[in-house]
Nanobody, 122 residues
Framework: QVQLVESGGGLVQAGGSLRLSCVASARTFTSYAMGWFRQTPGKERDFVAAISSSGGRTYYADFVKGRFTIARDNAKHTVYLQMNSLMPEDTAVYYC???????????????WGQGTQVTVSS
């Protein structure tokens, strides 16, 4: 069972930046495309960004294009999300998961990590 541990969240002012990290426990990490999702209370998790298993292709939700950058380091089993020009509406708990594309990006793993809270003040 792959375990995912997210970190890097925090409180930041609007316009600021944060870099999130997600470390996976399994070597099979390198076989999967990886993605970031975010969730606010009472709402479903929304797709944010994805990266192919090799890191050669990236995909973004429209609301983060040009502001967020996803990257991965397969040697470290880690996927990153660099978030710039943060806005109060980016406030959410951010999660990572292995992903696949079926009409839209879907998480593969049934279990999620604890997530990391991002709070953007205005």
């Amino acid at each position: 069972q792959v375990q995912l541990v997210e970190s890097g969240g925090g409180l930041v002012q609007a316009g600021g930046s944060l870099r999130l990290s997600c470390v996976a426990s399994a070597r099979t990490f390198t076989s999967y495309a990886m993605g970031w999702f975010r969730q606010t209370p009472g709402k479903e998790r929304d797709f944010v960004a994805a990266i192919s298993s090799s890191g050669g292709r990236t995909y973004y939700a429209d609301f983060v294009k040009g502001r967020f950058t996803i990257a991965r380091d397969n040697a470290k089993h880690t996927v990153y999300l660099q978030m710039n020009s943060l806005m109060p509406e980016d406030t959410a708990v951010y999660y990572c998961n292995a992903v696949t594309y079926l009409i839209s990006w879907k998480p593969i793993l049934g279990s999620w990590g604890q997530g990391t809270q991002v709070t953007v003040s205005s």
